[in-house]
């Protein structure tokens, strides 16, 4: 398996979250990564997935921003060889899941990036939801108020760095580093920055300097005013825009009903896959839509007690390598039932 050579044509859409599954009712089970028990199977996904789909920050990648490659390398091939489709689930552009997954490329890797509002696979764009016209100059007359907060916009054409915000998002990427214990960079200047966190960004004079549609305005604040600039942005934009809180200080803006398990939804109609087949893992609010939609949600042992009750199985960390880790013991059940 190759790419998504059964997707049709790329489109624009867009779909009300009205159809995602509702809350899981049952109490998520604790995988043996936890508890050092043996019997895991009848606590696991029964049957084979045709769909794994996986949160980066906090879930596949460590806190350094990395993974296994190796140990990776190992399991893709196997899990192509059981007809399985590997999804990677982001708020993160498609351009950084791309340099995430470097080393992997014609491999047949699925994107939903943006959370949720950009669907692609290597060939490039399938699906993306842009907000509506008539709510861009509200999103920009609110993010343009709020001081000391880092800002940026991203469009169906590129990602675009306001010049006058870039001090704050190089102090919030300082302050990440310092709070994961990592060695900080000797000098980190914006081009360093831009490079790194956001391969192929373009800066610019003003939050209004932007080309394409609008699909997400990324905010990143001090972890500690988070979720109360998420209420207030509530209170302040259009009912069509979500503030969506993903981890670390980021807020994304996106437009509501979009997140990643519209994505997954979109990729299923694609796919003529049924969503009982997916088996997703995550960490983060904006995890959980997706976490409820999969027919089998895999949260964190780092996660919030939220998400993990969201989910149908809680694992390892992310510092664990836990998702590698669960891949590897469900790709053994599959082989040996051959």
Request: aromatic share 8%; with cysteine; charged share 25%.
């Amino acid at each position: 398996m190759t790419g998504l050579h059964a997707l049709k044509h790329p489109r624009t859409v867009f779909r009300s979250s009205k159809n995602v599954r509702p809350y899981k009712e049952t109490q998520p089970q604790t995988h043996p990564c936890l508890n050092g028990g043996a019997e895991s199977e009848r606590h696991s996904m029964q049957t084979k997935p045709s769909i794994i789909a996986v949160d980066m920050d906090g879930t596949f990648l460590t806190d350094s921003k990395t993974f296994d490659t190796e140990r990776f390398a190992r399991i893709l091939p196997r899990l192509q060889a059981q007809g399985i489709h590997f999804v990677v689930a982001s708020g993160n552009t498609y351009a950084k899941l791309q340099d995430y997954m470097r080393g992997f490329e014609n491999q047949g890797l699925i994107y939903i990036a943006e959370n949720g509002a950009y669907l692609a696979d290597e060939s490039g764009k399938l699906a993306v939801h842009p907000f509506l016209d008539e709510d861009v100059p509200r999103i920009i007359e609110v993010v343009q108020g709020l001081d000391r907060i880092g800002l940026l916009v991203c469009t169906t054409e590129g990602i675009y760095l306001p010049k006058d915000r870039c001090d704050q998002i190089v102090h919030m990427i300082r302050g990440y580093f310092e709070d994961t214990g990592q060695e900080l960079p000797e000098t980190l200047t914006l081009e360093d920055f831009a490079a790194f966190f956001f391969p192929g960004s373009v800066m610019v004079d003003s939050v209004e300097d932007f080309e394409g549609a609008p699909i997400k305005f990324p905010l990143l604040t001090p972890p500690k005013q988070t979720q109360q600039l998420s209420v207030y942005l509530r209170e302040v934009l259009p009912q069509t825009v979500t503030p969506m809180v993903s981890g670390f200080g980021a807020i994304d803006l996106v437009r509501t009903g979009v997140n990643k398990a519209t994505g997954l939804e979109d990729l299923c109609e694609r796919l003529d896959a049924d969503p009982a087949g997916i088996l997703a893992f995550g960490d983060g609010e904006n995890d959980m839509e997706m976490l409820r939609y999969a027919g089998w949600g895999v949260a964190m042992s780092n996660a919030p007690e939220v998400v993990r009750n969201a989910a149908d199985e809680v694992i390892g960390s992310n510092e664990e390598q836990a998702v590698l880790e669960y891949l590897e013991q469900l790709l053994d059940r599959l082989e040996a039932s051959h």
